[in-house]
């Protein structure tokens, strides 16, 4: 990623693709969603690529808890 772009990153309908090619949304709901479920959403920047680092924090289970089950 262009230095110069990332200030922009995550503003949502931001993209550099051409018209048709993407909207520009997945950044933007990717870190609204991480966020809402008190995490980060960072990147780290090298010569070659670029890296993004999601971190959620570990939730501990009850004894029988399914954790997949959606709570009330």
Sequence with gaps: ???????KIFIPMYTTKTI????GL?????????EQNQGSLNYELNQSHTCF?????????????DPLKKSA
């Design 26 to 34: 997945g950044l933007s709901l990717s870190k609204t969603f991480i």
């Design 53 to 65: 680092k999601v971190s959620l924090p570990k939730k501990e289970l009850s004894a029988g808890e």
């Design 1 to 7: 990623i262009n230095p110069e772009l990332l200030e």
């Design 20 to 23: 048709g090619k993407g909207t």
